[in-house]
Structures are given as C-alpha cells and as structure tokens.
Nanobody, 124 residues
Framework: QLQASGGGSVEAGDSLSLSCVAS????????MGWFRQAPGKEREFVAA????????TYDDSVKGRFAISKDTFKNTVYLQMNNLEPKDTAVYYC???????????????????WGQGTQVTVSS
C-alpha cells in the first residue's frame, strides 16, 4: 500500500515536496515512480527511482526542476518540485513496480501498486 501526500496550491515559481510512504519495505528489485494526470489528459510519467541502486529517470518536461529521492529507512520516496509552472497542475500519483527494466520505467502499465493521488495546483 502506498500513501502519497504533500500536494497543494501554489503560485508559479514556488516549490512543493511530495512524499509517498510504502506500508512495507519495497523489494530490492522495486522501482518507485511518480506519475501525474491533468484534467482531460492521460496519465503521464514524471520520474522514477530504483529502490536499490538509486538510479533515477525523469521526463524531459521536469528535468532540472524536479528531483526524486528515497529514504530506505522510512520506506519513503519523495518528489521535490521546484520552479513550478501552471502546466505542472495535475493529480500526482506514486507507484511501485517490480523488476522493471529501464525501457519500461515510463510505462504506467508496468507498475502494480498505486497510491491514492495528491492534487498539485499551480497558478500563474
């Protein structure tokens, strides 16, 4: 079970930090990802990090502004979002997949476990 939190309403240029707590320790081959879905649009990949090893992947739209990290002691993955833009407005979901290869990290269908979503609204 995944529990996401940290969303809110901010202005363009502000920062927010999202958290996603796993109810149990993720498996060593787990990948933790963040996706988002804006109104009327399909869910899209934001970022992912391997639970073991720590390598991360970002969508080009957030590269340089967002940072994904993890705390293995707290079973938590974070998404630090800086310099937010109105186009970042969406419901953000954390997800966990097992045994994903690099080429499949961006595909939401590869993730088996999902959090409930947290709303991020950025006004101009």
């Amino acid at each position: 079970q995944l529990q996401a939190s940290g969303g809110g309403s901010v202005e363009a240029g502000d920062s927010l930090s999202l958290s996603c707590v796993a109810s149990g320790r993720p498996a060593v081959n787990a990948v933790m990802g963040w996706f988002r879905q804006a109104p009327g649009k399909e869910r899209e990949f934001v970022a992912a990090v391997k639970w073991s090893g720590g390598s991360s992947t970002y969508d080009d739209s957030v590269k340089g502004r967002f940072a994904i990290s993890k705390d293995t002691f707290k079973n938590t993955v974070y998404l630090q979002m800086n310099n937010l833009e109105p186009k970042d407005t969406a419901v953000y979901y954390c997800a966990m997949g097992l045994g994903l290869i690099t080429s499949s990290l961006r595909s939401d269908s590869r993730y088996s476990y999902w959090g409930q979503g947290t709303q991020v609204t950025v006004s101009s």
